[in-house]
């Protein structure tokens, strides 16, 4: 199985920051990666896809990169509606795995 | 509009039975690959198993082999996920998810939540 080390596990931010989240797979997925946001309570919306690829409909202060095994999101200036948990997903291979969740806390 | 309802969450004792079903509306359910997703309370997001859009090809994840069980009715545009031997660890809430063509799960249910207790 590909393991997604996300990190870090939590950041804490103020308004206007640009912030960085980072999954490492363990092995190369090529693009097949994509980001998702989860707000207490409801399903996870997904933001980015093929790593950089920016979701329909998401503001574009989000962006992916990476490509094998290093992969990154930015949120370029954090807003007040943007805190929450994100994710990363891994669709190389079967059993698909996220990473382990990135809580963004307000500073 | 891509909607996906979850039903059939609720209480089972442990070694008990649920089916978890998943009504799709809004795209041609037969040709794209569905996933079930799994949350437990307090954590993080776990996939469970996957379908092709023919229903012949599935995947679990380890931890549910043997005791789950995906399937789908193109017919009814619904998917399904049978739980048997329920343990205290399945307890979560269920998604189920669409795949699109280019991988990734862009769209998803709400949820049901599965509790198995005594």
């Not at chain 1, 912030?19 to 409801?42: E, F, M």
């Not at chain 1, 980015?48 to 962006?63: D, M």
């Amino acid at each position: 199985d590909i393991q997604m080390t996300q990190s870090p596990s939590s950041l804490s931010a103020s308004v206007g920051d640009r912030v960085t989240i980072t999954c490492r797979a363990s092995q190369g997925i090529r693009n097949d990666l994509g980001w998702y946001q989860q707000k207490p309570g409801k399903a996870p919306k997904r933001l980015i896809y093929a790593a950089s690829s920016l979701q329909s409909g998401v503001p574009s202060r989000f962006s992916g990169s990476g490509s094998g095994t290093e992969f990154t999101l930015t949120i370029s200036s954090l807003q007040p509606e943007d805190f929450a948990i994100y994710y990363c997903l891994q669709h190389n291979n079967y059993p698909l795995t996220f990473g382990g969740g990135t809580k963004v806390e307000i500073k | 509009e891509v909607q996906l309802v979850e039903s059939g969450g609720g209480l089972a004792q442990p070694g008990g039975s649920l089916r978890l079903s998943c009504a799709a509306s809004g795209f041609t359910f037969s040709i794209y690959v569905m996933t079930w997703v799994r949350q437990a309370p307090g954590k993080g997001l776990e996939w469970v198993s996957g379908i092709g859009g023919g229903g012949s090809t599935t995947y679990y994840v380890d931890s549910v082999k043997g005791r789950f069980s995906i399937s789908r009715d193109n017919s009814k545009n619904t998917l399904y996920l049978q739980m048997n031997s329920l343990r205290a660890e399945d307890t979560a809430v269920y998604y189920c998810a669409r795949m699109d063509d280019g991988g990734g799960l862009a769209y998803w249910g709400q949820g049901t939540l599965v509790t198995v207790s005594s």
